[in-house]
């Protein structure tokens, strides 16, 4: 038996009525994420088209396993090289998988617990924004971070970043950074310092990344080359920037992420970045804030999230480029905190609404202007003496 009969001989117990239908929106969204959705669009006005919110949370995913794969490798190899010991590959590969799995088990449990309730009490179905979500979350953490206060910090931004406003589409804070701020600020010992970006670092040693080594009047340990290929330590999604590039050439070419958010934000930290370096307030140059900390990665990955980001083409540059400027704004002003892209598209996140409006006023007023112009110009030609 197939698995879309199976699926069709066990979904009339959880229809209304049935000793099941209590876990009919958690059967709708395992359902709809292996199969193609039951209900379609036969009438009306619709634009059909072989990709919904499923396919794009899909190539979403896709795009973030290049950065995935790496830094799983990444958190071995720190670790052993912490310890002064030689790994293979594989060996590298699997301690960071294990650090990994249990973060990734938790959030979704933890996670889609909330999302499935919130859609039962609603009566309606379970969006598949959280699969996405999830699999952010973990390479957003520290690879020891206490797994109960990841689900804590995952149970508070899907509750009150996106359930309260509706779920999916109707939030305006992106609820992955969300979990991320909540763990920074509620128990910030666990995210920040030098010696939790390092699975097991002996106390000794320290783990501290590029950019809190710069950004503290340290010397700079790391390469170029290091940074670009991302054997540094750090937060298993945001070493690698050639991985991070991989994916944002898959999500360019599906146009599921915007370009010019990404361009303008690049754009705006370079600029920034240079201009605090060339007055001597910063001792890094723009370039190299775009390969240190989470930059690139909140660039291709956080910034272009559809729902919470700006979207009008022009809101679109001015949403990108006040990212790029605060998020090295905040790092050169706060010393106590080098990285700064997280709270950069957060506030941002919640100027997106302003930005719209008044490009949308603009342009509203611009046409009105133009229409009146054109009015003038009709009527004076009526009237004009032959």
């Not at 973030?64 to 010991?85: K, R, V």
């Not at 206060?149 to 009150?160: C, G």
């Not at 599906?254 to 060339?278: K, P």
């Amino acid at each position: 038996m197939g698995l879309s009969q199976f699926s069709d001989k066990i979904r009339k117990n959880f229809e209304k009525g049935k000793p099941l239908h209590c876990f009919s929106s958690l059967f709708d969204a395992v359902d709809t994420f292996l199969l193609t959705p039951k209900t379609v669009t036969t009438t009306g006005s619709h634009i059909r088209d072989a990709v919904d919110l499923k396919r794009i949370m899909i190539t979403v995913m896709i795009a973030l396993c290049p950065a995935l794969l790496f830094g799983l490798w990444d958190t071995g190899y720190q670790h052993y090289l912490a310890l002064g010991q030689a790994c293979s590959i594989w060996t590298c590969f699997s301690y960071g998988f294990l650090k990994w799995l249990p973060l990734v088990i938790v959030t979704y449990v933890s996670g889609l617990a909330v999302e499935v309730g919130f859609a039962q009490w609603r009566g309606k179905q379970v969006e598949e924004g959280f699969f996405v979500t999830g699999f952010l979350i973990p390479m957003i953490m520290p690879p020891d971070i206490p797994l109960w206060i990841v689900s804590v910090a995952t149970i508070f931004s899907v509750v009150f970043a996106k359930e309260v406003f509706g779920g999916t589409g109707y939030n305006f804070l992106n609820p992955a950074l969300m979990t991320r701020a909540f763990v920074f600020f509620a128990y910030p010992s666990v995210i920040s310092g030098n010696s939790v970006w390092v699975s097991g670092s002996p106390e000794a040693i320290t783990g501290a990344t590029p950019l809190a080594q710069l950004m503290n009047g340290g010397e700079q340990t790391a390469s170029f080359l290091n940074m670009f290929i991302g054997t540094i330590p750090g937060c298993i999604g945001e070493t690698s920037k050639i991985a991070i590039l991989i994916g944002a050439a898959l999500l360019l070419f599906t146009q599921v992420a915007s370009w010019r958010i990404m361009l303008s934000v690049i754009a705006g930290g370079f600029l920034t970045g240079s201009l605090f370096y060339g007055i001597g307030l910063c001792p890094i140059n723009g370039w190299q804030h775009l390969l240190m900390g989470g930059f690139l990665f909140g660039a291709v990955f956080m910034a272009t999230d559809p729902v919470t980001a700006t979207h009008t083409q022009s809101g679109k540059y001015i949403y990108g480029l006040l990212i790029g400027i605060l998020a090295i704004i905040i790092r050169v002003i706060n010393k106590g905190y080098p990285e700064g892209m997280m709270l950069a598209i957060l506030l941002m996140n919640i100027f997106a609404p302003l930005i719209d409006y008044c490009v949308i006023q603009i342009k509203i007023k611009k046409r009105k202007k133009n229409i009146l112009l054109h009015k003038t110009q009709v009527f004076n030609n009526i009237n004009k003496p032959k």
